[in-house]
């Protein structure tokens, strides 16, 4: 490509402006924190057979890498602009759009590969087919594997409904079931289709500029689809052509940031079936519930080993159960029919309960030391409510061989647990993040390294700050700390460890609540002999080592809490309607509205600029009951801090007594 250089800067984005002769291809991409993945584009676009009769314009977006001043000295002929800000993809990719001068626009991602005859293809295509306003290629993933992204359909409410419930999962062979992804249709063959990825979209100038770019209403996903939908509404047709490919990094952007891609996803998809299909409102309910069930879904599969192992235990107790009755009594059902199905609710609610509340299943590691103490607290529960419930009295030794029998069960299911961890190489190859890039951090990297370690596979470091670095110690940045969750979701951590001592004891709490997963331990550590100590504690005893969990931060407080707000809210909002309404006004169901939603407790903090990490702001609490009015804020703080320490369910008792006989203080 000729070019003639200068470097203007306009004051609004501060746009680097190169004159290129009538190019016939300008490729506008929008980068941010992916400079290597970029690098990698730009090579690629250098190698095309048409690249003299392109242009190249690249967006950044407040990117924190140092991508621009790496880049910008390689390819002096690309034309950069720089925003001040996070624009989001559509908003980024307008900024292109309208100094492209060439007669074809390619809207490409960074974190891409073109072919050398991709740009050639796709010209031909659009020049022998006037009536196809854009199009796209097969894109492929860095293993060669199809994505199914890049030709789909409308999300249409069916569609929708099929790709949030699954059904196109079970069906995707079958044109009723799979509209959205279009699996039922070959990868190898040219056709119209209905939306292509925002990865690779290679359009007539004319028809971008007819549809006026992207839709900013759109931060990132879901402005693909609709630019195709209004371009196919000017009509022009959008097309699939597969004679050509490039491979697409998925992610690295949203890897790299603090944005929850999940959450972005749906949000997106929601705005656009708003925006073209706000006339049914049955599909916008579905929609919404759909979006509902699936966040659900993920946060469950976040724990889908605490709660298989809770099902076993459900399934060994209750089998133990009716085994017992059989060798008892002689049949399964042994007992009067009016214990039915009664006695297999008691049992299995004290035995979760017992489990519980002795820190089973959702802290920290699943262990047979624990499962035994919960099953022994079961047999002492179960035994002492046959004294106050005599027409259950059945058999003793029916309760002793249930719980005997499941004992020996939870032992089983554990140790099989243990084998399969072992067999995977979990336990012999534990894979470990280092949080921090301190000079303590680098230490630690090297001794871990150097050291015949066991059980330590060092997959990368995560940074505290945003940093322009890519790698630190040897060691990949895998992105930002607030962005943990999906890190470690995304390279299966089991062991993070951080080693930056400016982070507070309460930021590390948050952090570790923001994962709230078992299977992952966390330790603090500067020094390797640190994480040697760490691991064997928690072989040993199962805990998070090097950090003191406050007490409400714990599974099974926060759950007793949780239902104790529940029920003292529905009851203040039904029963108690008409005295909490004299007594203090309609501003209290207010709160209480937030409470029943998870939004505010009964009993909790008074409201600060530094909240303890755990606690919810309370419509009542140790600050609140202390004239609150007259407490300086280190005193406020510290009876926070004090409450989220030192917590208790007497403690919450004690505090709502206190509030509930003061004179004068309504709800």
Known sequence: MTTKHEDNTQSSEHISVLEPECPLVSVVIVNYNVKDFLLQCLRSLQQSSIFPSTEIIVVDNDSS???????????????????????????????????????????????????????????????????????????LNPDGTFQLACRRGFPTPWASFCKIFGLQSLFPASKLFAQYNQTFRSTDETY??????????????????????????FFMYGEDLDLCYRIQQNGWKVAYVPTTSIIHFKGESTRRSTLNEIKVFYQAMEIFAQKHFSASILFLTFLRLGIWLRSVLAYLNRFKRPLGILLLDVISINSALLIATKLRFGEFLGFPDYAYPIVFFA????????????????????????????????FFLLS????????????????????????ISAAFSRMLMSLYDKSLGREADRRVVLVGLTDEAERLVTALQTAETRNAHLIGAISVEQSPKMEFAGLKILGNIDYLPKLIEDFKIQEVVIADTSLALNSIMRIIMSVASPSVRFHIAQEYGDIV??????????????????????????LLKRVFDILISLFLLTIAFPAVYLLSGADSFKKLWLVLKGKMSIVGLYPEENLPAGGKIGITGLAAISSPKGLLPAAIRNLNQYYVEHYSFTLDIDILLKHLFRRNRGI
């Open 65 to 139: 890498d140092g991508s621009l001043e790496f880049l910008k000295p390689l390819f002096p002929n690309v034309v950069f602009i720089a925003s001040k800000e996070n624009l989001g993809f559509g908003r980024a990719n307008n900024l292109g759009i309208e100094i492209a001068k060439g007669e074809f626009i390619l809207l490409l991602n960074p974190d891409t590969i073109v072919s050398e005859n991709t740009l050639e293809k796709m010209v031909e295509y659009l020049q022998s087919h006037a009536e196809v306003g854009m199009c796209g290629c097969k894109v």
């Open 192 to 217: 119209y289709i209905d939306a292509l990825i925002g990865a690779f979209m290679f359009a007539r100038r004319e028809a971008l500029l007819q549809a006026k770019g992207f839709d900013p209403v």
């Open 347 to 378: 049992v299995t609610t004290v035995m979760l309960v017992s489990m519980i509340a002795v820190g089973e299943y959702f802290e920290e590691k699943i262990s047979f030391r624990k499962a035994f103490l919960g099953l022994m607290v079961s």
């Open 384 to 407: 002492s409510l046959t004294y106050f419930f005599k027409g259950f009295g059945f058999s003793r030794g029916v309760l002793l061989m249930t719980i005997g029998a499941t004992v």
């Open 533 to 558: 100590a760490a691991r064997i504690i928690s072989d040993v005893s199962g805990t998070t080592s090097g950090i003191q969990q406050y007490p409400i931060t714990q599974f099974r407080y926060r």
